[in-house]
């Protein structure tokens, strides 16, 4: 009697089929696979990278900032810091590291001292500098052209300065400018158009100044103006026509200008919105005939 046959089906694997190609569909193969990966750990690698120099970048500002502030506050500035966000980490990284690596100098005062050229340079490593107060410093135009790179700078107080008309120029990069203070100044009134560019100005201050009433004329782009002092400068009533357009004015300050009560009145008129202050009763005129 014959024993049976026994008969093996050897099933093949998908990965023989792909192997020997004789499967059906074809598939990709592994190296596809692997050229995916190598594509995803080339991005992962260079997204690393561009943190890495974010990171270097930060590190590197800090320290400029940090080295500017300490040569600062030996020669007598001094300076302020913007509030450290309220991150995780934050308060660990600025005990160890120091504030300048999370927070930024905003505001710097130089007031009732000499400042150099070489001092005023170090402003430019502050970069998010919003203030700086020179009030009574002993500063010209060309310490003033130390300031021109300053474009986040929105308050400056140059009062008692010995700041020209010439100097404005250097003024006119600083766009973010909402706050400026001349009082004092050497400015004689041709500089003004140096002003026309700063859009966003809120509040000016020009009293103490030769100005006279053509150089008003560039102030009177000045749209956003909502703070005038013009006290003791040669103005006469011919200068209000250049304040027409001025319709967010809020104060206008004019002690010691010589304009006539009627045409002060009339100009109050058409601002019922803006307090004048003035040697000048404006309740007990009466109204321009």
Same mark, same amino acid.
């Given at each position: 009697?014959?024993?049976?046959?026994?008969?093996?089906?050897?099933?093949?694997s998908?990965?023989?089929?792909?192997?020997d190609?004789?499967?059906?569909?074809p598939?990709?193969?592994?190296?596809?696979?692997m050229?995916f990966?190598?594509?995803?750990?080339?991005?992962?690698?260079?997204?690393?990278?561009?943190?890495?120099a974010?990171?270097?970048?930060?590190?590197?500002?800090?320290e400029?900032?940090?080295?500017?502030?300490?040569?600062?506050?030996?020669?007598?500035?001094?300076?302020?810091?913007?509030?450290?966000?309220?991150?995780?980490?934050?308060?660990?990284?600025?005990?160890?590291?120091?504030?300048?690596?999370?927070?930024?100098?905003?505001?710097?005062?130089?007031?009732?001292?000499?400042?150099?050229?070489?001092e =005023?340079?170090? %402003?430019?490593? #502050?970069?998010? /500098?919003?203030? $700086?107060? @020179?009030?009574?410093?002993? &500063?010209?135009?060309?310490?003033?052209?130390?300031?021109?790179?300053?474009?986040?700078?929105?308050?400056?107080?140059?009062?008692?300065?010995?700041?020209?008309d010439?100097?404005?120029?250097?003024?006119?990069?600083?766009?973010?400018?909402d706050?400026?203070?001349?009082?004092?100044?050497?400015?004689n009134?041709?500089?003004?158009?140096?002003?026309?560019?700063?859009?966003?100005?809120v509040?000016?201050?020009?009293a103490?100044?030769s100005?006279?009433?053509?150089?008003?004329?560039?102030?009177?782009?000045?749209?956003t103006?909502?703070?005038?002092?013009?006290?003791?400068?040669?103005?006469?009533?011919?200068? =209000?026509?250049? %304040?027409?357009? #001025?319709?967010? /004015?809020?104060? $206008?300050? @004019?002690?010691?200008?010589? &304009?006539?009560?009627?045409?002060?009145?009339?100009?109050?008129q058409?601002?019922p919105?803006?307090?004048?202050?003035?040697?000048i009763?404006?309740?007990?005129?009466?109204?321009?005939?």
């Amino acid at each position: 009697m014959k024993r049976p046959r026994l008969i093996v089906h050897h099933r093949r694997s998908a990965w023989s089929e792909i192997h020997d190609g004789s499967g059906g569909e074809p598939t990709k193969p592994p190296a596809a696979h692997m050229r995916f990966t190598l594509r995803g750990l080339l991005l992962l690698t260079a997204l690393a990278g561009v943190l890495m120099a974010l990171v270097a970048d930060h590190v590197n500002k800090s320290e400029q900032q940090r080295a500017a502030v300490t040569k600062l506050r030996q020669i007598g500035a001094k300076v302020k810091y913007s509030e450290p966000p309220s991150w995780p980490l934050v308060g660990f990284i600025q005990r160890n590291f120091g504030i300048d690596f999370v927070a930024n100098a905003t505001f710097v005062s130089f007031i009732y001292r000499p400042v150099a050229s070489r001092e =005023l340079n170090l %402003l430019t490593d #502050l970069r998010q /500098l919003q203030g $700086l107060d @020179l009030f009574r410093a002993q &500063i010209d135009d060309n310490g003033l052209a130390q300031l021109a790179s300053l474009n986040k700078l929105a308050f400056l107080d140059l009062r008692h300065t010995q700041i020209t008309d010439a100097g404005l120029r250097h003024l006119r990069q600083l766009r973010q400018l909402d706050t400026l203070h001349l009082a004092s100044c050497q400015i004689n009134g041709p500089g003004l158009i140096n002003l026309q560019p700063l859009s966003g100005l809120v509040t000016l201050d020009l009293a103490f100044t030769s100005i006279q009433d053509q150089h008003l004329a560039p102030i009177s782009q000045l749209k956003t103006l909502v703070d005038l002092n013009l006290n003791n400068t040669a103005l006469t009533g011919d200068a =209000l026509q250049h %304040l027409q357009p #001025l319709h967010e /004015l809020r104060r $206008l300050n @004019l002690y010691g200008v010589k &304009i006539p009560p009627q045409k002060l009145r009339a100009f109050a008129q058409k601002h019922p919105e803006c307090n004048i202050n003035s040697a000048i009763n404006l309740n007990t005129l009466r109204p321009p005939s």
